[in-house]
């Protein structure tokens, strides 16, 4: 098993450009070949203006095409939130998006599942648990509903909830 980290460390060419790429990932699958598993930490493109991230890679698309299995990992708030991503899986089904918090606890650490988030997004997922929340108990505010979605096991980031309630 071989890590790589980071795929800029080790490319001495162009990363943008498909033909020096191409060449760093024949070296690569010549590892993979003989049966040896290669990580390859590469980061996405930055966030845009309106704070969306792509789920490209950053650089040459020849990158993306020569990788086997593509996991994204954002902080879209830089905090403790995640998402990770299955963007491409060329041996399996993609498996769905989910939502993970990244708790410290004294000496250790620990990625808490929070769910997926299914197609439609996060929104269209919490929107009539958040109607079902609203309706049991009018006038609650957003701290309160986010602890009920909580207990309900339908977690999610305090902007994600505000957004939500910003389209309501």
Same mark, same amino acid.
């Given at each position: 098993f071989? #890590?790589?980290?980071?795929l800029v460390r080790i490319h001495g060419g162009d990363e943008n450009t498909a033909q020096d790429s191409a060449k760093v990932f !024949?070296?690569?699958r010549k590892l993979t070949s003989a049966g040896i598993t290669v990580l390859v930490i590469h980061h996405n493109t930055k966030a845009s203006a309106n704070g969306e991230y792509g789920s490209q890679m950053r650089g040459s698309g020849?990158?993306?095409a020569s990788v086997d299995c593509q996991l994204?990992?954002? !902080?879209?708030y830089h905090d403790d939130y995640l #998402? &990770? %991503?299955q963007v491409k899986n060329r041996n399996a089904p %993609?498996?769905?998006t989910i939502e993970l918090n990244f708790t410290k606890h004294g000496e250790y650490s620990e990625f808490v599942y &929070? @769910?997926?988030?299914?197609? @439609? @997004?996060?929104?269209?997922e919490l929107k009539p648990i958040v109607l079902q929340v609203i309706g049991t108990e009018p006038g609650i505010n957003q701290s309160n509903i986010n602890q009920q979605? &909580? %207990?309900l096991g339908h977690g999610t980031h305090p902007k994600t909830l505000r957004k939500l309630l910003g389209t309501m």
């Open positions: 071989i #890590t790589i980290d980071s !024949r070296l690569i020849d990158i993306q994204s990992l954002v !902080r879209p #998402t &990770l %991503e %993609e498996l769905p &929070l @769910g997926q988030i299914k197609n @439609g @997004g996060k929104h269209a979605l &909580l %207990e």
